[in-house]
Nanobody
Framework: VQLQASGGGLVQSGGSLRLSCEAS???????MGWYRQAPGKQRELVAAISSGGTTNYADDVKGRFTISRHAKNVLYLHMNGLKPEDTAVYYC?????????????????WGQGTLVTVSS
């Protein structure tokens, strides 16, 4: 299962961006999420959504970011009220079962990352 992320860019503080992540293949997804990694810091969870639609967010993005899923293979992260501390490379992640082989195989895949830069 391959993930393709897009939508990053440069935005001023207080601005908005929408990140997209499209999964390709034949699969059943258990959960998807967005992570980010700022320079010199560890990768951290930003938001996640389960197959049933349950969402959870990091404390510092609650009320500003919204994760959503379209159809079964497109994940979005709507980011409003962006702050300079949101600057990071954002990665999408999906975990589930790959059904494109003779035998179903569990997978945990990452997209290539998309850079979000928020200027002050």
């Amino acid at each position: 299962v391959q993930l393709q992320a897009s939508g990053g860019g440069l935005v001023q503080s207080g601005g908005s961006l929408r990140l997209s992540c499209e999964a390709s293949g034949i699969f059943s997804i258990n959960h998807m999420g967005w992570y980010r990694q700022a320079p010199g810091k560890q990768r951290e969870l930003v938001a996640a959504i389960s197959s049933g639609g349950t969402t959870n967010y990091a404390d510092d993005v609650k009320g500003r970011f919204t994760i959503s899923r379209h159809a079964k293979n497109v994940l979005y992260l709507h980011m409003n009220g962006l702050k300079p501390e949101d600057t990071a490379v954002y990665y999408c992640n999906a975990a589930g079962v790959d059904l494109g082989n003779r035998t179903p195989i569990e997978f945990d895949s990452w997209g290539q990352g998309t850079l979000v830069t928020v200027s002050s």
